[in-house]
């Protein structure tokens, strides 16, 4: 056994860490294992192949759902939500656009705002029943009614509402609903087999359950969409992880032009973190990286 692999196997044992680990460099694999349980009922340990919800890590593959329709002409960075959005979320501003969503500098208010005093990842936080949000026209009510922080472009704040908008604008430029817009133009060239915007209420063997706690039995079930849209919510492997990454690089996803704007900082929003398009920067090194908390689920990819 490798140090590097005995270090993680001690830090997974000392944090009682839940879920899977994969390390690739280059064409190598270094590290692929799982560490405790998808289900707890069962004793169904993780493995390599369970498949893990990524909660905000869908962010990125949004963002490059929507980029793969700005290539095509459908869509541009400066087209504004109004014009696509008609006469729906009437405090979303007119300067509002398709490129302050993708940055996090659109400043609209937002439906779940995790910087909220009081807020915990555990909250019931969905105003209607979570088995109702399947897909992006299910959020208009819950999106509606949120006021304006700042003027777009005028600072940046962390917003998945604007995700959701940036997946409700996608769906209507281009009359392809959301899901198979990301599967068609993200997923499929990406050749991710093992991701899928699965149902939490209706979960296949290989998918792990997200707790609440690290002991106990209660799921995540009544506390999040019952499937993912726009910013958050589809389930992946580790390898296909790696598979998502390599063909970004690759230039199978968007073009090389396209990849390097989105992955140049926009937005500075601490000393740890930036934005680029869709995707997080680490601001240390400037990696990309994906990264999604949720009740019971945590997510986090960067390539180097």
């Not at 707890?40 to 498949?51: C, H, K, L, M, V």
């Not at 149902?199 to 079930?221: F, I, K, M, Q, W």
């Not at 680029?276 to 999604?292: I, R």
């Amino acid at each position: 056994m490798s140090d590097l692999a005995r270090d993680i196997d001690t830090i997974a044992k000392e944090s009682r860490f839940s879920g899977a680990v994969r390390i690739d460099r280059g064409d190598e694999v270094v590290i692929e294992r799982g560490y405790g349980l998808a289900r707890r009922d069962t004793g169904t340990p993780n493995a390599p192949e369970t498949q893990f919800a990524t909660a905000s890590g869908l962010k990125g593959m949004t963002a490059l759902a929507v980029m793969c329709l700005v290539e095509d002409g459908v869509l541009a960075l400066d087209t504004a939500a109004r014009s696509v959005l008609g006469d729906d979320l009437p405090l979303i501003g007119d300067d509002v656009t398709v490129e302050h969503l993708l940055a996090h500098r659109s400043g609209i208010g937002d439906y779940l705002d995790e910087g909220d005093d009081g807020y915990e990842i555990t909250d019931y936080v969905m105003p209607v029943p979570v088995h109702t949000l399947l897909g992006p026209e299910d959020y208009v009510p819950i999106l509606d009614g949120h006021p304006t922080k700042f003027a777009a472009g005028s600072d940046v704040a962390y917003c998945n509402g604007g995700f959701v908008v940036l997946a409700l604008i996608a769906e209507r430029a281009s009359a392809v609903p959301y899901h198979d817009l990301v599967v068609q133009r993200v997923w499929e060239p990406a050749g991710m087999r093992d991701t899928a915007f699965l149902r939490s209420d209706e979960l296949p063997a290989r998918a792990a359950l997200g707790y609440l706690h690290a002991d106990g039995e209660r799921t995540n079930v009544l506390h999040l969409p019952v499937r993912g849209t726009g910013d958050g919510g589809n389930y992946t492997t580790v390898a296909d992880m790696r598979a998502f990454w390599t063909a970004l690089f690759d230039d199978r996803i968007v073009s090389s032009s396209t990849r390097e704007d989105m992955l140049r900082s926009r937005s500075v929003d601490s000393e740890r973190w930036q934005y680029g398009l869709g995707f997080g920067l680490v601001a240390e090194t400037g990696f990309p990286a994906l990264e999604g908390h949720d009740a019971g689920v945590s997510f986090r990819s960067v390539h180097d």
